[in-house]
């Protein structure tokens, strides 16, 4: 079974403005430096939005009621089930709104051992 490293764990509410003027320091990412990925657990999708298919974007909630929108590109993740996800944060601006986003790297339903794997 394929295993994904991660950076650590965080919950929604961690991804605030300290934390993206930190993250963003840690640029520029690519090739030689990564982005990197941090796992959180027990998130529920509660809403979901149409885009191409095969892709996921939607916002999820965490166990604290927290929530942040996400992207999961050639993944299809059902709402209303706990899922541990791993993703990287990143600010997504659109139409000049910047709002927060988890890009989903791989996920698992919640409540299993080990990574996360899809």
């Not at 950076?7 to 840690?26: E, K, P, Q, S, T």
């Not at 990925?37 to 298919?53: A, C, D, G, H, W």
């Not at 916002?59 to 089930?81: K, V």
């Amino acid at each position: 079974m394929d295993s994904i490293s991660y950076d650590g764990v965080v919950n929604i509410a961690d991804l605030g403005d300290d934390f993206f003027n930190y993250y963003d320091a840690l640029g520029p990412f690519g090739h030689g430096n990564p982005q990197p990925m941090y796992r959180l657990n027990q998130v529920e999708v509660i809403r979901t939005f149409p885009i191409k298919s095969g892709h996921t974007k939607g916002i999820l909630r965490d166990s604290r009621g927290d929530t942040c929108d996400f992207i999961a590109f050639n993944m299809t993740i059902a709402p209303h089930t706990k899922w541990d996800v791993i993703a990287a944060p990143h600010i997504n601006e659109y139409y000049g709104e910047k709002r927060r986003q988890l890009q989903i790297a791989d996920f698992r339903t919640s409540g299993l051992d080990d990574t996360p794997s899809a």
